[in-house]
T-cell receptor
């Protein structure tokens, strides 16, 4: 089992460019999440998908869109990248919603720089 | 406002020594409290998950404690190893809400 995989590992964009971050999990989990991590700050939730076919905004959704393509895959899209979106992005998954005490598994992260 | 605060921000200890990391939270009511370990350049990995009714939970050399009355948790690391060098993150799950992450404590274990 690969767990949670993310592509790409690194990316450099110019302001205004668009890109999609890919995430896939092979644990048959229902819930998936996108976070960003910035220096000196805790992880912040961008979007999440409680189950296939549903998506909801997290704490910092502005400038991002998501697609739950199927049960395995959850992508994050930046339509017009801005320097403020320079960050490390983590995808995560869990069997069900986290208030139920389910363990959350994280991918290795994508390090994004916007110039 | 729901918050999770960790102390110290960073810590340096010698290999073989014990250490304790602190977490204070204002989240109420909450479902569970988690501790994660994050190695440099990698995603967080779950160490322990405690419900509000649990006082302690262990995972090898890691022991987490929870005092729901004072809204404090601690993570105790016994007989530290060089591989324990990482960021340790306290995370609280409000009932029906999303995880709230602390900023983490950066632990460095020196030989």
């Amino acid at each position: 089992n690969a767990g949670v995989t993310q592509t790409p590992k690194f990316q450099v964009l110019k302001t205004g460019q668009s890109m999609t971050l890919q995430c896939a999990q092979d644990m048959n989990h229902n819930s998936m999440y996108w976070y960003r991590q910035d220096p000196g700050m805790g992880l912040r939730l961008i979007y999440y998908s409680a189950s296939e076919g549903t998506t909801d905004k997290g704490e910092v959704p502005n400038g991002y869109n998501v697609s739950r393509l199927n049960k395995r895959e959850f992508s994050l899209r930046l339509e017009s990248a801005a320097p403020s979106q320079t960050s490390v992005y983590f995808c995560a998954s869990s069997e069900a919603q986290l208030a139920g005490g389910y363990e959350q598994f994280f991918g290795p992260g994508t390090r994004l720089t916007v110039l | 406002k729901n918050q999770v605060e960790q102390s110290p921000q960073s810590l340096i200890i010698l290999e073989g020594k014990n250490c304790t990391l602190q977490c204070n939270y204002t989240v109420s009511p909450f479902s569970n409290l988690r501790w994660y370990k994050q190695d440099t350049g990698r995603g967080p990995v779950s160490l322990t998950i405690m419900t509000f009714s649990e006082n302690t939970k262990s995972n090898g050399r890691y022991t987490a404690t929870l005092d729901a009355d004072t809204k404090q948790s601690s993570l105790h690391i016994t007989a530290s190893q060089l591989s324990d060098s990482a960021s340790y993150i306290c995370v609280v799950s409000p009932r029906g809400g999303k995880l709230i992450f602390g900023q983490g404590t950066e632990l460095s274990v020196k030989p």
